[in-house]
């Protein structure tokens, strides 16, 4: 019975044991639970503060973005609008003329610039063929090569070989007269560029002198002095003058641009030339 009586005892507080373990593990594990959530509630806090940021800053970016270009726009807007209204204010009269002298000129500008890129031509290349088909086809050959090529000097070329029975004297003189007539294509239109250079000028400041007189009328008929009867007429007579003096220098870079090319191209027709002329030269020892 004793022994029962102990084995009990020691049945019951072996359990209470288990029973106080089982309970502190738990407690434990609610306890890392519980840290666990805090951990991930302030990792969920710290993302949705950085996407709040992000978002932000994109927010921030793209405002900044439209204003940039909302700003460029109106400036643009601003520039054309203000051009339209002192073009208005010069006077419909003076300054009408002084576009059309700045539409014309720009038009023969860019009719002279077409005309002298297709007038180029690589002379060089050009002896090159015209020599191998005169060594192996003759004067035949050679004129078909400059009758098939584009440009003043293939003209004076073929022009050269055209009088080759005639003798080399005769080439010469062909040569130079034809390139005197290419050079006349070159330069044609180039000193009515030259006139609207002169005129837009002298357009404008013909309208300066009428709104100076327009602004002296003005003081004769009040009597006095005052600067909003002067202002009006001296504002006409300064934009005629800027808007003239605007279309001289646009017309005039184009003007050097194109004498450039034009000296050039004349350059080298009268190298290309003596080259041709002493490959005639050579061609007539041979076949001699």
């Known amino acids: 019975m004793k022994k029962a009586l102990s084995l009990?005892?020691?049945v019951a507080l072996s359990m209470g044991t288990v029973n106080a373990y089982a309970q502190e593990d738990m407690a434990a594990t609610e306890e890392v639970v519980d840290s666990t959530t805090e951990t991930m509630d302030s990792s969920d806090a710290v993302l949705d503060s950085s996407a709040a940021a992000s978002d932000s800053a994109a927010t921030e970016t793209e405002e900044a973005t439209e204003e940039v270009v909302e700003e460029a726009i109106e400036t643009e807007k601003g520039f054309t609008q203000i051009l339209k209204e002192k073009f208005i204010e010069g006077g419909a009269f003076f300054m009408s003329f002084v576009l059309l002298a700045l539409v014309l000129g720009l038009a023969l500008v860019i009719e002279r610039i077409?005309?002298?890129t297709f007038a180029q031509t690589n002379t060089e290349k050009l002896l090159s063929e015209v020599e191998g088909a005169l060594n192996h086809g003759g004067i035949d050959a050679a004129k078909e090569v400059c009758r098939n090529?584009?440009?003043p000097v293939a003209t004076i070329f073929f022009e050269g070989l055209d009088h080759y029975d005639e003798g080399?004297?005769?080439v010469d003189k062909s040569i130079m007269s034809v390139g005197s007539v290419e050079n006349g294509k070159l330069e044609?239109?180039?000193s009515w560029i030259s006139l609207f250079i002169a005129l837009a000028p002298m357009l404008g400041f013909m309208g300066t002198v009428i709104g100076m007189i327009g602004?002296?009328?003005a003081i004769e008929a009040a009597g006095d002095i005052n600067p909003s009867l002067v202002a009006g007429g001296i504002k006409v007579a300064l934009l005629t003058t800027v808007f003239g003096l605007i279309t001289a220098i646009i017309l005039q870079i184009f003007y050097n641009l194109i004498?450039?090319?034009?000296?050039?191209?004349?350059i080298k027709m009268e190298d290309a030339s003596i080259s041709f002329l002493d490959i005639l030269v050579e061609f007539k020892k041979k076949n001699s």
């Open 114 to 116: 077409i005309y002298l």
């Open 8 to 10: 009990l005892a020691i």
């Open 215 to 217: 602004a002296f009328d």
């Open 149 to 151: 090529t584009r440009g």
């Open 259 to 266: 004498v450039a090319m034009i000296d050039g191209i004349v």
């Open 168 to 170: 080399l004297d005769m």
């Open 188 to 190: 044609k239109g180039v």
